[in-house]
């Protein structure tokens, strides 16, 4: 599979923005897929994913409360909703996907390229 991530921007603080991965293949439906990002000088880290049948979902404790994962399978892709942005959000933000069935500290095999993320005070 194949993933594209887009949506990042700059933004205020307090401010929102949904970033969208899309993906290639029939079988998306099939896949757990995940948000991490990647702060400037940072590691990168979890924020959010889900499984395949949007069932399910993870936050890290960071955002949990301002981010919403969700999925719409027809379309083939994943989004993330962020709200009340803060400036330590900003981020490179990337999509993965596995075929293992969600669950915490998952392994992801296909990544996407990063959005940019950028939140002002």
């Known amino acids: 599979v194949q993933l594209q991530a887009s949506g990042g921007g700059l933004v205020q603080a307090g401010g929102s923005l949904r970033l969208s991965c899309a993906a290639s293949g029939r079988t998306f439906s099939t896949y757990s897929v995940a948000w991490f990002r990647r702060a400037p000088g940072k590691e990168r880290e979890f924020v959010a994913a889900i499984s395949w049948a949007g069932s399910r979902t993870y936050y890290a404790d960071s955002v949990k409360g301002r981010f919403t994962i969700s999925r719409d399978n027809a379309k083939n892709t994943v989004y993330l909703q962020m709200n009340s942005l803060k400036p330590e959000d900003t981020a490179v933000y990337y999509c993965?996907?596995?075929?293992?069935?969600?669950?915490?500290?998952?392994?992801?095999?296909?990544w996407g390229q990063g959005t940019l993320v950028t939140v002002s005070s």
């Open positions: 993965a996907a596995t075929l293992r069935n969600l669950k915490p500290d998952l392994t992801y095999d296909y």
